[in-house]
């Protein structure tokens, strides 16, 4: 099992005006440039970003969805494999993120989609659930005003698990997975697209309406042709799964987002 031993300690700045969802959480200010790299469904080509970027940026951060090629094209091996290769460059460089993704939950009990198949989660299922465990794969992470996670934090979702903050999602995660679980209500959205869905699930149209406050959401999940930024009064929705077509660089001092091709 591969396993991460190292993590960064981030800067601590000031910043006037800094806005948080409660008065009991100091805010970590960081004032960094972050690279995101939205899902990656066993493709290789997160190594061209990684390649152009290294001496660009202070981070990286993976939203998820490691496994699960759309056309069946790559094997079971090959995209464990691919894990495999972003651990160890988790593992080198430090500065990186890796968040966990529904295609990816789906391999530990999660709802299953149309891409499951049996040979995959008997090969990684197991190494899943140590690096969940070991807090090497989280649920999301902040820096900054900005807020990543797979799909986005819905601030009902939270309310109806009894949060209160962003960092009560990573602490549940890591003992009980399934929280990022699919919500099923009834006469509601089959692929997501409601208010109370999860973090990995709830799609564009909710989030814009129950998007947990005070914050820039970061996102993947839901594909695009091109990275789509939205602002709502003092907040941002960023979209970014564009099949690796795209990528951003966030300069979180400026609070700055820039588009790039791959």
């Known amino acids: 099992l591969r396993r991460t031993s190292r993590s960064l300690i981030p800067i601590i700045a000031q910043r006037k005006n800094y806005k948080t969802l409660t008065k009991s959480y100091i805010p970590i200010l960081t004032l960094m440039k972050i690279c995101i790299i939205s899902d990656i469904h066993g493709l290789t080509e997160w190594k061209n970003i990684i390649n152009k ?51 990816d939950l789906q391999y530990i009990g999660g709802v299953r989609s149309n891409r499951f198949t049996q040979r995959l989660s008997d090969l990684i299922q197991d190494e899943l659930i140590v690096l969940i465990r070991e807090k090497t794969i989280q649920a999301c992470v902040c820096y900054d005003n900005y807020l990543f996670s797979h799909a986005g934090v819905s ?24 929280v990022l679980d699919f919500v099923n209500k009834i006469n509601s959205d089959a692929a997501g697209n409601n208010v109370y869905q999860s973090p990995l699930w709830i799609r564009p149209d909710s989030l814009s309406k129950s998007a947990l406050p005070n914050y820039h959401h970061v996102v993947g999940h839901t594909r695009i042709k091109e990275i789509s930024i939205i602002t709502q009064e003092e907040s941002k929705l960023i979209f970014t799964d564009t099949q690796l077509q795209q990528y951003l660089i966030i300069d979180t001092d400026n609070e700055i987002e820039e588009i790039k091709q791959n």
């Open 53 to 103: 970027e290294r001496g660009n940026v202070d981070r990286f951060i993976f939203l998820g969805d490691y496994v699960d090629d759309k056309h069946s094209l790559i094997s079971p091996e090959e995209q464990l494999e691919n894990l495999h290769s972003i651990l160890d460059f988790k593992e080198e460089y430090t500065n990186v993120d890796l968040l966990i993704g529904n295609h």
């Open 155 to 178: 601030r009902i979702w939270m309310r109806e698990k009894g949060m209160q903050h962003y960092t009560d999602i990573n602490n549940l995660f890591q003992t009980y997975p399934l």
